[in-house]
Nanobody
Framework: RVKLVEFGGGSVQAGGSLRLSCVLS???????????MEWFLQVPGKEREGVAA???????IYSNDVRGRFTISKDNALNALHLQMNSLRPEDTAMYYC????????????????????WGQGTQVNVSS
């Protein structure tokens, strides 16, 4: 497992933008280049759901709710994962987590939560109307 740290959350009005980031913490021998990574969101009382994923080849998959508004990107040299969130809506309000796994090389859909063993602590996004 690798230790992940997210940041960049905050409060914004509907229509605004935020950029979430997830970086590797502690372990300097791992590289994001060897990991499939995904952003999940979670609202109180509900399970985490996938938002956007990127695989080892740079293929990206988005949920229907965010496609066209969010962009996931990964900088393997800096061990950083980003989620650019534009045109935010109140329903985007949630805790956002990044997750990583070396066990998935290619994706054709959003991998489920159970496939990831490394998680960050989450960063809260609040979107007001």
């Amino acid at each position: 497992r690798v230790k992940l740290v997210e940041f960049g959350g905050g409060s914004v009005q509907a229509g605004g933008s935020l950029r979430l980031s997830c970086v590797l913490s502690g372990n300097t021998y791992s590289s994001f280049g060897g990991y499939c990574m995904e952003w999940f969101l979670q609202v109180p009382g509900k399970e985490r759901e996938g938002v956007a994923a990127i695989d080892l080849q740079g293929v990206t998959i988005y949920s229907n709710d965010v496609r066209g508004r969010f962009t996931i990107s990964k900088d393997n040299a800096l061990n950083a994962l980003h989620l650019q969130m534009n045109s935010l809506r109140p329903e985007d309000t949630a805790m956002y987590y990044c997750a990583a796994t070396p066990d998935i090389t290619g994706i054709a859909s959003l991998p489920r939560e159970r496939f990831f063993e490394s998680w960050g602590q989450g960063t809260q996004v609040n979107v007001s109307s």
